[in-house]
């Protein structure tokens, strides 16, 4: 089975830390993604990497850089947490983009409170 | 743009009930359509993934239909049972594209009562 692992379920930060989330996929996929989820708004995507060191920008970039330096792990980044940036963040990867067969597997989800 | 619509928000029946999920959305050029289940606080379970060519797939109690033309997909559970209780979340990849820039629908939380 694929796994898909969060660093945290649980996070409590203060205005303007730097935050590091980690998402590490044990299944050798090309691509990763990093969603944040908030009530009333739904699943949204704020990156994407297809491969290692490529990423791109997905609907909600702003506030949030992304590194991938190695085919397993992908960190967010908030570079200067505010608390609108308060959500539930999460990881999911998939082993292509082409044909329209594979689904996206989700981490557990890591719930980020900014004071 | 792509727009995806789950309609109810909210479900509860009793133990036992058949039901059913819809999902619609307004570009009907789309490669596949997924359905995942989401416990609270956790992330996304995939239940099933209809590819563009098929009309339905089926997953035990879980039945997903596909009419592209209508733009609308429906869940169907039977026999609902109260470990069923959870979010259900259709999603569908951007018209003509892969499959990575997923669009969900906010989702419909169902309660299966004992």
């Known amino acids: 089975d694929v796994k898909v692992t969060q660093s945290s379920r649980y996070l409590v930060k203060r205005t303007g830390e730097k935050v590091f989330l980690e998402c590490v996929q044990d299944m050798d996929h090309e691509n990763m993604f990093w969603y944040r989820q908030d009530p009333g708004l739904g699943l949204r995507l704020i990156y994407f990497s297809y491969d290692v060191k490529m990423k791109e920008k997905g609907d909600i970039p702003e506030g949030y850089s992304v590194s991938r330096e190695k085919k397993e792990r992908f960190s967010l980044i908030l570079e200067s947490a505010s608390t609108n940036q308060t959500s539930m963040y999460l990881c999911a990867s998939i082993p292509s983009v082409a044909g329209g067969t594979d689904t996206q597997y989700f981490g557990p989800g890591t719930r980020l409170t900014v004071l | 743009k792509q727009e995806v619509t789950q309609i109810p928000a909210a479900l509860s029946v009793p133990e036992g009930e058949n039901l059913v999920l819809n999902c619609s959305f307004t570009?009907?050029?789309?490669?596949?359509l997924q359905w995942f289940r989401q416990d609270p606080g956790k992330g996304l379970t995939s239940l099933l993934l209809i590819q563009s060519s098929q009309r339905e797939q089926t997953s035990g109690r879980l039945n997903a239909s596909l009419d592209k033309s209508s733009g609308r997909s429906t869940l169907y559970i039977a026999a609902s049972q109260p470990g069923d209780s959870a979010t259900y979340l259709c999603?569908?990849?951007?018209?003509?594209?892969?499959?990575?820039?997923?669009?969900f629908g906010k989702g419909t939380l169902l309660t299966v009562n004992p």
């Open positions: 999603a569908v990849p951007p018209s003509g594209g892969s499959n990575y820039k997923l669009t």
């Open positions: 570009d009907s050029a789309i490669y596949n």
